[in-house]
């Protein structure tokens, strides 16, 4: 399974913006997504998970009321809607399939990552 990141750039402080990513197939129909984030100097950290046919969803605390996470299965593809953005969320984004239906906040839990696409959010 491959995946494409899309969607980054540069947005002002209380801004959104949409990430999408892309598989090459359906292999991660049946498995949980996430989206995983990590700025300069730190290391990378959950933001948000949604489990097989979207019966749940997760979310980091910092992200939480703000990012939305949602899947299109019929296109192999994930969604991270980001809303009121903050400097803080600068960070390049990977999105992740898991290893199994479970939505875990861990890096080990997932088993194919994307390139990452960058967001910048200025103040």
């Known amino acids: 399974v491959q995946l494409q990141a899309s969607g980054g750039g540069l947005v002002q402080a209380g801004g959104s913006l949409t990430l999408s990513c892309a598989a090459s197939r359906r292999a991660g129909s049946n498995n949980a997504l996430a989206w995983f984030r990590q700025a300069p100097g730190k290391e990378r950290e959950f933001v948000a998970a949604?489990?097989?046919?979207?019966?749940?969803?997760t979310y980091a605390d910092s992200v939480k009321g703000r990012f939305i996470i949602s899947r299109d299965d019929a296109k192999s593809t994930s969604f991270l809607r980001m809303n009121n953005l903050k400097p803080e969320d600068t960070a390049v984004y990977y999105c992740?399939?898991?290893?199994?239906?479970?939505?875990?906040?861990?890096?080990?839990?997932?088993?194919?990552w994307g390139q990452g696409t960058l967001v910048t959010v200025s103040s």
């Open positions: 992740a399939v898991a290893r199994s239906s479970y939505s875990g906040n861990n890096l080990a839990d997932y088993a194919y």
């Open positions: 949604i489990s097989w046919r979207s019966f749940s969803t």
